[in-house]
């Protein structure tokens, strides 16, 4: 039964691996060692690219999710993601920028020494608290400040 679940993550491995190859490094600038995938190419239609990429990166971490990649290993590779649509929605600079930081392919890689080396491992109930309790803080700061603006405006 083991062997079999092996198997069946080896070959979704090397199915992420094809997918975020052509999303990141699929094709080459002739003459050039220059890779780039399609994640590059839809990007340069403005926000709607990057958008479009971002939900297909988040499939690929939810695949691997269900294939057993740890919180830590998915919570680095939300950050992979989540820095990749950031800056890629930046004009010009995140163009730049997706050529060279491959999302798809470092979450692949995180996957798959999380399976061959056993880095990565661990819970990351710790860090995903502290980031809702900061998100929280955030928006309850933000709403006095509206509170405060508003009621300096009035009075």
Do not use: C, E, Q, W
């Given at each position: 039964m083991e062997s079999t679940t092996d198997e069946r993550s080896e070959k979704a491995l090397i199915w992420l691996d094809r997918v975020a190859d052509l999303?990141?490094?699929?094709?080459?600038i002739p003459g050039t060692q220059v890779r780039?995938?399609?994640?590059?190419?839809v990007g340069l239609v403005p926000y709607v690219g990057d958008v479009a990429t971002f939900f297909v990166s988040g499939f690929l971490v939810i695949?691997?999710?269900r294939f057993g990649a740890s919180?830590?290993?998915?919570?680095?590779?939300?950050?992979n993601i989540w820095l990749?649509?950031?800056v890629g929605?930046?004009?010009i600079l995140g163009d730049i920028f997706d050529f060279r930081y491959r999302a798809n392919m470092?979450?692949?890689?995180l996957m798959r020494e999380h399976f061959s080396e056993g880095k990565h491992g661990g819970s990351a109930w710790g860090i995903v608290i502290l980031l809702i309790l900061t998100l929280f803080l955030l928006v309850a700061?933000?709403?006095?400040?509206?509170?405060?603006v508003g009621y300096w405006i009035v009075t």
């Open positions: 999303l990141d490094n699929r094709f080459r780039f995938g399609i994640d590059s190419l695949v691997m999710a919180g830590k290993s998915l919570l680095k590779m939300i950050g990749d649509g950031v929605t930046i004009p470092r979450n692949v890689n700061l933000s709403v006095y400040v509206i509170y405060r």
